[in-house]
Nanobody, 123 residues
């Protein structure tokens, strides 16, 4: 069992920045590929970014490329999402996710989720 706890959400103006943190409960954190998903009101949950278990491979949805950076520190059992040039359409609850294995081979999430953190971008 892997427990995930997100932090760092909040309210920011368009064009601003936020960093989300996802702390994992287990020292086997580096056995898991990690990802960030988000869900806006009335919409389905969508994949935002993923990172391989060694941090060497990252992937992003097209709408956040060049604005968001996903990275991880395996020594601290923590994953991050640095978000810049935020837009109102980035408003959503952001969830971190853990999937056992080297990387996400597709957009299917793993079984472990954090509780979510709200990001609100005002125009």
């Amino acid at each position: 069992q892997v427990q995930l706890v997100e932090s760092g959400g909040g309210l920011v103006q368009a064009g601003g920045s936020l960093r989300l943190d996802c702390a994992a409960s287990r020292s086997v954190f580096n056995w898991y590929a990690m990802g960030w998903f988000r869900q806006a009101p009335g919409k389905e949950r969508e994949l935002v970014a993923t990172i391989s278990r060694d941090g060497g491979t990252t992937n992003y949805r097209d709408t956040v490329k060049g604005r968001f950076i996903i990275f991880r520190d395996n020594a601290k059992n923590t994953m991050y999402l640095q978000m810049s040039s935020l837009k109102p359409e980035d408003t959503a609850v952001y969830y971190c996710n853990a999937r056992f294995g080297i990387t996400y081979s597709d957009s299917t999430p793993g079984p472990y989720w954090g509780q979510g953190t709200q990001v609100t971008v005002s125009s």
